[in-house]
């Protein structure tokens, strides 16, 4: 079964620290990976989405992808308490068949930020 | 503005009800999901669907079955809950594509 791993948290950063989220796939063939937010009892909702090799920034959110190494990482600069939650990372199946836009998900990460 | 509603927020049944859990959106999507998410499993794939009448079984079907009439409309149905069906269901959509899911807010299921 293909998989979507991530970093085992729960992650504890100082406010205005970098706080670095990483993430693994198994499926050499995703082409798209996505980054939500889930605030505890809220539904995730989209951060950012990357599908070319290297850097994507928004604000102070970076994704990196590394197809090669089959890594994806997000990074949160000058950390804020209010991004504290679980950060769920997910991939797209690769080619072989429409996906119908179905997602892998990771199992998430808590980032913690204290002031 | 993106719109996916889900018919409640929490939901307690008891154990052999027939359970409906009703999804909406109202962006067009052809592609609609239904998930549920536990601590430590984080979200699983119960059924999607990419067109009217048209479902696929994702990860964890069993116990479940869902109904797609309309396009906006995408329901989950527990033929008889058990207690093991006690979760967070989340229903999302995503337009053809690369693209991203929009979910609902989620329905908290107790069922006792």
């Known amino acids: 079964q293909k998989e979507v791993e991530q970093n085992s948290g729960p992650l504890s950063v100082p406010e205005g620290a970098i706080a670095s989220l990483n993430c693994t796939y198994s499926?050499?063939?995703?082409?798209?990976f996505f980054w939500y937010r889930q605030y505890s009892g809220k539904s995730p909702e989209l951060i950012m989405f990357i599908y070319s090799n290297g850097d994507k920034e928004d604000g102070r959110f970076t994704a990196q992808l590394n197809k090669a190494s089959q890594y994806v990482s997000l990074l949160i600069r000058d950390s804020q308490p209010s991004d504290s939650a679980t950060y769920l990372c997910a991939a797209e199946p690769g080619a072989g068949g429409t996906s119908y836009g179905k997602l892998t998900f990771g199992q998430g990460t808590i980032l913690t930020v204290h002031p | 503005d993106v719109k996916v509603t889900q018919s409640s927020r929490y939901l307690v049944k008891r154990t052999g009800e027939k359970v409906f859990l009703e999804c909406v959106q109202d962006m067009d999507h052809e592609n609609m999901f239904w998930y549920r998410q536990d601590p430590g499993l984080g979200l699983r794939l119960i059924y999607f669907?990419?067109?009217?009448?048209?479902?696929e079984k994702g990860d964890i079907p069993e116990g479940y079955s869902v109904s797609r009439e309309k396009k906006e409309r995408f329901s989950l149905i527990l033929e008889s809950a058990s207690t093991n069906q006690t979760s967070m269901y989340l229903c999302?959509?995503?337009?053809?594509?690369?693209?991203?899911?929009?979910f609902g807010p989620g329905t908290r299921l107790t069922v006792l």
């Open positions: 669907s990419y067109d009217v009448k048209m479902k």
């Open positions: 999302a959509s995503s337009p053809p594509g690369r693209d991203t899911q929009y």
């Open positions: 499926d050499r063939g995703s082409q798209s």
